[in-house]
């Protein structure tokens, strides 16, 4: 069969490039580089995204060791979980993009890269997510990542799926990007072309990740303040992504988005997973 034309260092490049153009758009909660938050900095994010690009895009690995070398480089280089989720999230489409080919897609890859996870997968991903200690994980009935795990990656995703939204992806086929976020990432890139490459690709990327907030609860919300608030977060995000759509002029709702930045930050709200799930959707634009 035919191998992908793609090779580690474009691989790792098309991560790189992922991580820096989720910094590189406002993002209302998250940082970027219109301003820092949540005791982090814009920098310690490139170092991250720096650290893991090579590492992650490994040939040869499985998507465990993935998840495990780059939680491993990232927690040496900034001491501080500035990527699990992104890692979970790009691990798998990195596998697969490994063997796209002119018979298959990166999504039907994806499919197959899902359904062959092992339990060896699952324990390389749980010690990843001990080391990254994300906020908000707690103990769960099943398939506890503080105990050996005997189920495949999959499975233990598949338990978790409801709790969240990362999880929730592996046990869906990422279906929130290639049923949703793929098109969403398109239709405002082709709104705003006109603009400068930069500008309009950072604005698609911020239409992304408002679609992402205002279409379901933000898992990281949910985990450290409960569904209430999430939902008062979502509902936000629907009043501030409608206005950001109907404008022909992104700039002239960047005071708007600036205020709900400075808004969510003063109550130490970071709507993670969506920003998470953001960066994935590009990289799957660009594997594409």
């Known amino acids: ?11 790792a490049s098309a991560y790189h490039d ?19 938050g ?12 720096d650290v893991s690009a090579a590492v992650i895009a490994e040939p040869n690995l499985s998507v465990g060791e993935r998840i495990l070398h780059s939680v491993v480089a990232t927690k040496n280089a900034v001491d501080m979980n500035t990527n699990l989720g992104i890692i ?35 324990q390389y991903a749980a010690e990843a997510i001990l080391l990254a200690s994300p906020a908000g994980l707690g103990g769960v009935n099943d398939n506890d990542v503080h105990e050996k795990s005997s189920v495949t990656l999959l499975a233990m995703m598949q338990s978790a799926q409801h709790q969240d939204r990362i999880a929730w992806q ?34 698609a990327t911020t239409a992304l990740y408002l679609g992402f907030i205002a279409r379901q609860l933000d898992t990281h919300v949910v985990r450290k303040y409960g569904e209430s608030l999430a939902t008062d977060v979502m509902n936000e995000a629907q009043d501030i992504e409608a206005a ?25 709200i970071n709507p993670g997973t969506s920003a998470d799930i953001t960066v994935a959707c590009v990289l799957a634009s660009f594997l594409q």
């Not at 949540?38 to 995204?49: N, R």
């Not at 002239?252 to 709900?260: F, G, P, R």
Request: proline share 3%; net charge neutral.
């Open 1 to 11: 069969m035919f191998r992908s034309h793609l090779t580690p260092e474009k691989i």
């Open 18 to 36: 992922a991580c820096m153009a989720e910094l590189q758009a406002l993002k209302p909660g998250n940082v970027h580089v219109f301003a820092d």
């Open 38 to 49: 949540h005791g982090m900095t814009i920098h310690d994010f490139v170092k991250s995204a």
């Open 88 to 122: 979970l999230l790009c691990a798998p489409l990195i596998h697969a993009a490994f063997s796209i080919n002119s018979e298959q897609t990166l999504q039907q890859n994806l499919n197959d890269t899902l359904s062959q996870l092992t339990i060896s997968d699952a």
């Open 170 to 203: 592996y046990a869906n086929s990422f279906s929130d990007i290639f049923n949703f976020g793929l098109s969403r990432y398109s239709e405002a890139q082709d709104k705003w072309q006109n603009r400068s490459k930069t500008q309009h690709s950072a604005w």
């Open 244 to 268: 950001y759509l109907s404008t022909d002029n992104p700039k002239l709702i960047q005071k708007k988005l600036l205020d709900w930045d400075a808004s969510l930050k003063g109550r130490s």
